[in-house]
RNA sequence: GCGCCCGUAGCUCAACCGGAUAGAGCGUUGGACUACGAAUCCAGAGGCUGGAGGUUCGAGUCCUCCCGGGCGCACCA
């Protein structure tokens, strides 16, 4: 935070040389506040000399010594501000302001981090998607890690939020689901059946089948195609009550299931396609109808409806952003895709941009695959075969903390490599247990600061300029950097910072817990680290709550 | 062939819109519990950021080319 507070001084003062015509005045203030990498460098360091000098053609230490004289004013923030290097700004924070940090946390509590960055924009994070043709995956459930984080980090920095799962409930794929379920029972009823390789093949189906022959014994004798019908519906109600099962349990709760069948049935692919044809984007050619996405920056034209009459999988995606803008009027809509899906994106931002909106309004956010290593071992997965490790074996296996944690431990667009033995073992190798423990340590300290007798005061009472330790500071300035991880979060849509950041808070703590006492004879000074470590609990928990991870008072 | 993503320590990964001396964990070597939880901590070794050019005050980050890997390139979803 304090980050926000110099970049607004640094502000001013540009304006300042501005009226007294040391700067020009429609130069372009770009410039950084971050933390340096050299610690000799100060708690912040800020480019804005060099950035403006390098506009300018001015000495870039002669202006940043401008600044730094007149920042240096401010000493109930600074210490120290000092010109370095080619012409960074150095500041060293004022310790009187690292030590009240603890209680902005504790007037704030669970909503300390909480951010006004979206301005209460509406924004739609669909993810996950699968389509209804079997149990979710290793892979899926990356995204589902991925998107419900993000979700909640938008939501907790002021975006009214919207979850969504897009039900892929018509077309081919869906045919040949229920053809594979048909067949399957077919063959449950004592049949021979040369059962096709590009069906579905995995156990699940037969279990299907199987429930199917029991509840309706006589659909057999149905037409093929009345038989056909009733095994798709039967196999996409069973599957998507998986589905929905899996989520749950995995901590994923949506607002909304959108069925790709109501885009029909509503007749808004037609009104969307209209709506493309008025501005003149459709036109007919070799019998098929095309959309000029040409012009809006992807490749090729393609088709949205075939010679067949029947409209593409794209048509539906035209007909479903349609929707989410024009219908349910979302500021901005995340779509969180398999990176398989990469090619996918020029087309739909075409789309976006042919419906007279900011591609921006649309972001895709692309995951990349999983692999899952067994003993070390690459191990291989096919859909389609039916082989692979399913969601609910991870669950099972690993848990839900660990599985999410571990999913959220890497950039998503880098692929995974998903150790199952490593993130069964409770140990330091699996890094969700060390933020836990950090958790639950803190948690026991209480109960035995009860024990000690020592007494729970606030941190309006407390003297927290005996929070003077360089351990003391790690932790004071990590906390006051929360909130600007969750903006950094948010504002690049990587919800693994927050990951890495709880890793680092979880790191200082431990450091603190080895070097430092926190009950000791010294009763001022305990109940001020107590006020320290309250806070430290709490931005923990605030952290792992985001994460959809518990964070335990014991383990 | 064209397009997108990626090559950072032995392994797995960070590095916030281009910032100063590239950081962690694992593994490895050696150390720290009669005091709040050792699921912890400390120290050592380990790097020409795949390669070659370029842009500039300054490049892991931007541009061009090459090498290596992944994924796409449908009137499939």
Same mark, same amino acid.
């Given at each position: 935070m304090i980050?926000?507070?110099?970049?607004?001084?640094?502000?001013k003062?540009?304006?300042e040389?501005?009226?007294e015509?040391?700067l020009?005045?429609?130069?372009?203030?770009?410039f950084?506040?971050?933390?340096?990498k050299v610690?000799?460098?100060?708690?912040?360091?800020?480019?804005?000399?060099?950035?403006?000098?390098?506009?300018?053609?001015?000495?870039?230490?002669?202006?940043?010594?401008?600044?730094?004289?007149?920042?240096?004013?401010r000493?109930d923030?600074?210490?120290?501000?000092e010109?370095?290097?080619p012409?960074?700004?150095?500041?060293?924070?004022?310790?009187s302001?690292?030590?009240?940090?603890p209680?902005?946390?504790?007037?704030e509590?669970?909503?300390?981090?909480?951010?006004d960055?979206?301005?209460?924009?509406k924004?739609?994070?669909?993810?996950?998607?699968?389509?209804?043709?079997?149990?979710?995956h290793?892979?899926?459930?990356?995204?589902?890690a991925?998107?419900?984080?993000?979700a909640?980090l938008?939501?907790?920095?002021?975006?009214?939020?919207?979850?969504?799962y897009?039900?892929?409930?018509?077309?081919?794929?869906?045919?040949?689901?229920?053809?594979?379920?048909?067949?399957?029972a077919? %063959?449950?009823s004592?049949e %021979?059946i040369d059962f096709?390789?590009d069906?579905?093949?995995g156990?699940?189906?037969?279990?299907?089948?199987?429930?199917l022959l029991?509840?309706n014994?006589d659909?057999?004798?149905?037409?093929?195609? %009345?038989?056909?019908?009733?095994a798709?519906n039967?196999?996409?109600k069973?599957?998507?009550e998986?589905?929905k099962k899996?989520?749950?349990d995995f901590?994923?709760?949506y607002?909304?299931?959108f069925?790709?069948?109501?885009l029909?049935e509503e007749?808004?692919?037609?009104?969307a396609?209209?709506f493309?044809?008025?501005?003149?984007l459709l036109y007919?050619?070799?019998?098929a109808?095309?959309?000029?996405?040409?012009?809006?920056g992807?490749?090729k034209d393609?088709?949205?409806?075939r010679?067949?009459?029947?409209?593409t999988?794209f048509a539906?995606?035209?007909a479903y952003?349609?929707?989410?803008f024009f219908?349910?009027g979302?500021d901005l809509?995340?779509?969180i895709w398999?990176?398989?899906?990469?090619g996918?994106v020029p087309?739909l931002?075409?789309v976006?941009?042919?419906?007279?909106?900011s591609?921006?309004?649309?972001?895709?956010l692309?995951?990349q695959m999983v692999n899952l290593?067994?003993?070390?071992?690459?191990?291989?997965m096919?859909?389609?075969?039916?082989?692979?490790?399913?969601?609910?074996?991870?669950l099972e296996?690993?848990?839900?903390?660990?599985?999410r944690?571990?999913?959220?431990?890497?950039r998503a667009?880098?692929?995974?490599?998903?150790?199952?033995e490593?993130?069964?073992?409770?140990?330091?190798?699996?890094p969700?247990?060390y933020v836990?423990?950090?958790?639950?340590r803190?948690a026991s300290?209480?109960?035995?600061?009860?024990e000690?007798g020592?007494?729970?005061i606030s941190?309006?009472?407390a003297?927290?300029?005996?929070?003077?330790?360089p351990?003391d500071?790690?932790?004071l300035?990590?906390?006051?950097?929360?909130?600007?991880?969750i903006?950094?979060?948010?504002?690049?849509?990587e919800?693994?910072l927050?990951?890495?950041?709880?890793?680092d808070?979880?790191?200082?703590?431990h450091?603190?817990y080895?070097?430092h006492?926190?009950l000791?004879?010294?009763?001022?000074?305990s109940?001020?680290?107590?006020?320290?470590a309250?806070?430290?609990?709490q931005?923990?928990?605030?952290?792992?709550?985001?994460?959809?991870v518990s964070?335990?008072?014991r383990?």
């Amino acid at each position: 935070m304090i980050a926000k507070l110099i970049a607004e001084e640094i502000q001013k003062k540009i304006l300042e040389a501005q009226r007294e015509g040391l700067l020009p005045a429609d130069i372009k203030p770009r410039f950084q506040v971050e933390p340096p990498k050299v610690k000799e460098h100060g708690d912040y360091a800020t480019n804005v000399a060099l950035s403006l000098a390098g506009q300018t053609r001015q000495n870039p230490r002669e202006l940043a010594s401008w600044f730094a004289e007149r920042l240096a004013a401010r000493q109930d923030l600074f210490e120290k501000v000092e010109v370095a290097g080619p012409g960074f700004i150095n500041f060293f924070i004022a310790p009187s302001y690292w030590q009240q940090v603890p209680r902005f946390i504790e007037k704030e509590g669970p909503d300390y981090g909480r951010l006004d960055y979206g301005k209460g924009q509406k924004v739609q994070v669909e993810f996950v998607s699968a389509n209804p043709t079997g149990p979710l995956h290793i892979g899926h459930g990356r995204g589902a890690a991925v998107g419900d984080t993000l979700a909640r980090l938008l939501s907790f920095a002021g975006f009214k939020v919207e979850k969504e799962y897009y039900i892929n409930d018509v077309g081919r794929q869906m045919k040949i689901l229920g053809r594979s379920v048909y067949l399957r029972a077919r %063959e449950l009823s004592g049949e %021979e059946i040369d059962f096709p390789e590009d069906h579905y093949r995995g156990e699940y189906i037969r279990e299907i089948a199987r429930q199917l022959l029991k509840e309706n014994p006589d659909f057999l004798k149905f037409s093929e195609e %009345e038989a056909l019908e009733e095994a798709k519906n039967f196999a996409l109600k069973i599957i998507l009550e998986g589905i929905k099962k899996d989520l749950k349990d995995f901590g994923v709760y949506y607002d909304c299931w959108f069925s790709e069948k109501k885009l029909y049935e509503e007749g808004l692919v037609e009104k969307a396609l209209n709506f493309l044809k008025e501005k003149g984007l459709l036109y007919e050619k070799e019998g098929a109808v095309w959309f000029r996405a040409r012009d809006f920056g992807d490749e090729k034209d393609r088709v949205v409806i075939r010679a067949s009459g029947e409209p593409t999988y794209f048509a539906s995606d035209i007909a479903y952003h349609y929707h989410k803008f024009f219908v349910r009027g979302y500021d901005l809509v995340v779509d969180i895709w398999g990176a398989d899906h990469h090619g996918y994106v020029p087309r739909l931002k075409a789309v976006i941009k042919a419906f007279g909106l900011s591609p921006d309004r649309l972001q895709v956010l692309l995951i990349q695959m999983v692999n899952l290593l067994e003993a070390g071992r690459l191990k291989s997965m096919s859909t389609r075969a039916g082989e692979f490790v399913t969601l609910r074996e991870l669950l099972e296996e690993v848990g839900r903390d660990a599985t999410r944690f571990i999913f959220l431990t890497r950039r998503a667009d880098s692929p995974l490599d998903f150790d199952v033995e490593l993130a069964k073992k409770q140990s330091r190798e699996n890094p969700v247990y060390y933020v836990q423990y950090a958790h639950a340590r803190l948690a026991s300290l209480f109960r035995k600061a009860k024990e000690a007798g020592i007494s729970k005061i606030s941190s309006e009472e407390a003297d927290l300029s005996l929070l003077d330790t360089p351990e003391d500071f790690s932790l004071l300035k990590l906390l006051d950097y929360f909130p600007d991880t969750i903006e950094a979060c948010v504002s690049k849509l990587e919800p693994h910072l927050l990951t890495f950041y709880l890793l680092d808070l979880a790191t200082a703590l431990h450091d603190y817990y080895t070097k430092h006492r926190f009950l000791s004879e010294d009763i001022s000074r305990s109940q001020a680290r107590l006020v320290l470590a309250r806070a430290v609990k709490q931005v923990l928990a605030t952290g792992l709550d985001l994460l959809g991870v518990s964070a335990p008072e014991r383990m």
